[in-house]
């Protein structure tokens, strides 16, 4: 298993800004994700966060809005730009293997006025 | 593609009663099954998985769930709620990309 943790575990922003979401795993994983979790709702892929190259985006999601980083197999980050408040949402990273089991951390709980 | 559907977005019981959440997948290969909990402003939380072998499989806290192929369900249970199981649960099934169920919030009443 992994253990996956994320800085901040919530915010509130003004929107216009942008808010850069770290996130860590304690051991070297094949494949980090990042999902949104509107409130009350289920989990939505944002993107798969590939080493050293640019991610993989779901449909609906773009680079300009979420640009996501992943320098090292243990470590990557997820920007949210120019935040309105429909981007308010629960964000959840993941990191595993594509089929088989992902591991979740304990989420940042963003709240844009 | 696959997809996942639960049925049920509110289920109640009481404490010590039967938990069954329902959950059916669509997959055109042989799928990954899992079942995850969310307890409140927390992660997703891995309960048990199907990969292949035994359909029957047992999870944390108690819980199991059996794949069967050919209803293409994969419902959770466990024989004697806790006022601690209360909780969101994700079924999600994978052929590639992880796809999540819209979640059954759990009610245990005492």
């Known amino acids: 298993s992994a253990v996956i943790s994320q800085k901040p575990s919530r915010d509130i922003c003004q929107r216009g800004t942008s808010l850069t979401i770290q996130c860590q795993v304690d051991s070297q994983v094949t494949m980090m994700f990042w999902y949104r979790q509107q409130p009350g709702q289920s989990l939505t892929l944002i993107a798969t966060a590939n080493q050293g190259s640019e991610a993989t985006y779901e449909s609906g999601f773009v680079i300009d809005k979420f640009p996501i980083s992943r320098p090292n197999l243990t470590f990557s980050t997820l920007t949210v730009s120019n935040m309105s408040p429909e981007d308010s949402s629960i964000y959840l990273c993941s990191g595993g293997t594509r089929q088989e089991t992902q591991y979740f951390g304990p989420g940042t709980r963003l709240l844009v006025l | 593609a696959q997809s996942v559907t639960q049925l049920g977005s509110h289920v109640s019981v009481s404490e010590g009663a039967l938990v069954l959440l329902r959950c059916n997948y669509s997959s055109s290969v042989p799928p990954y099954l899992f079942w995850y909990v969310q307890y409140p402003n927390q992660g997703l939380q891995l309960l048990l998985k199907?990969?292949?072998?035994?359909?029957l499989v047992k999870g944390i806290n108690g819980f199991e769930a059996e794949f069967k192929k050919s209803e293409t369900s994969f419902h959770l249970t466990k024989p004697s709620a806790h006022m601690s199981d209360a909780a969101e649960y994700f079924c999600a099934v994978s052929e590639g990309d992880m796809r999540f169920g819209a979640g059954t919030r759990l009610t245990v009443k005492p």
């Open positions: 199907y990969t292949t072998g035994a359909t």
